[in-house]
Each structure stands twice: as C-alpha cells, then as structure tokens.
C-alpha cells in the first residue's frame, strides 16, 4: 500500500525512487515491468494482484519513471522504522480499503467477490483458509488448557509464526 500511496500522489511526469526492505515487492514490481502484460493465470497466483495493476495503471497513466531501492529491514533506518510503524498501524484498520477494479483493469479476467462487497484479489485457496482461521483462532483462545496465556494470545504478543516452526 506504501508504492500505491505514493504513486497516487506524485504529479504527473516525474521521477520517483522508493525505498522500501520488502525484496518480495522489488522483484515482483521489476518483473512485471520487464514482462509488460502477464497472463491471467500469473496473475490469479499474485497477492494483491488489483493493487499491482493499479499501481501500472497510474505508472502509466501519469507517465512516471519509477524506481525501487532496497533498504535493510530492521537496521535502525529512522525512516524505514517509520515506515514499519505506520504499516503496523495500517493492519489495525477495521474498514477494508475498497479498489475499484472496473475503471482500470481491461483484461476479461473473471474475479470472485466476497460478501458482494470487494473483489479476492489473491489465490482463492489460501484465502479461503485465512477466511477459515478466524475461527480456529477463536477456538483456540477459549480452550480452557490455553487460558493462563489467553491474554498474550489476544494481545498478539505471542509469534505464532516461529511458534509454528
């Protein structure tokens, strides 16, 4: 959302470097601005696929140069820790950021809604189990054997993600 928002409001016809610590961004930006037009099934495998053509849309629509810089995460960049603050914030948002798809996107790809409210813009696989692990969550905190950490849990103090490993 951070390349979208600058994109959205740099004038037209200039330059633009970002910096940012996610390589994962830098390579898919750069692939798909070597490649040019991507298949739908490449693109039915992207995360966010609506916000990446978004963002090629207003590359090409205001006529901007833009370049991505690596930057180290987590190396006491006072503006990269910044940037990680505000994204962390961002994810606490409860409405959903909406992207209107119709007025940009040209390509017949056939997308799914949800709720009759946004459309799924990442493989339908995986987001159905993210719809599935609410739940789970849910479960898992009121299990009577988890409730001396059920604080932690909600809190979100605790790294499931290493936990997992």
């Known amino acids: 959302m951070g390349i979208l928002t600058a994109l959205i409001i740099s004038p037209f016809n200039c330059r ?3 910096y940012t610590d996610s390589a994962n961004c830098i ?3 750069n692939t798909r601005m070597q490649s040019g037009i991507i298949s739908p099934r490449q693109k039915l495998k ?5 916000i990446w053509d978004l963002i090629f849309f207003l590359i090409t629509e205001k006529h901007l140069l833009v370049t991505l810089h690596k930057v180290s995460g987590h190396s006491n960049n006072v503006h990269n820790d910044e ?4 994204a962390k914030a961002g994810a606490h948002i409860i409405e959903p950021i909406i992207v209107n798809h119709k007025f940009f996107s040209k390509q017949s790809l056939g997308l799914i809604s949800w709720n009759r409210l946004h459309v799924i813009d990442r493989n339908v696989r ?3 189990d993210n ?3 609410p739940l789970i969550f849910n479960s898992m905190v009121n299990n009577k054997a988890l409730s001396p950490i059920k604080q932690q849990i909600i809190d979100g103090e605790i790294d499931w993600t290493f ?3």
Do not use: G, R
């Open 163 to 165: 936990t997992k490993e």
């Open 126 to 128: 995986k987001w159905v």
């Open 83 to 86: 940037a990680d603050l505000l």
């Open 46 to 50: 992207q995360s966010n696929f609506l």
């Open 27 to 29: 390579n898919l930006f």
């Open 131 to 133: 719809v599935i692990q």
């Open 16 to 18: 633009i470097n970002i």
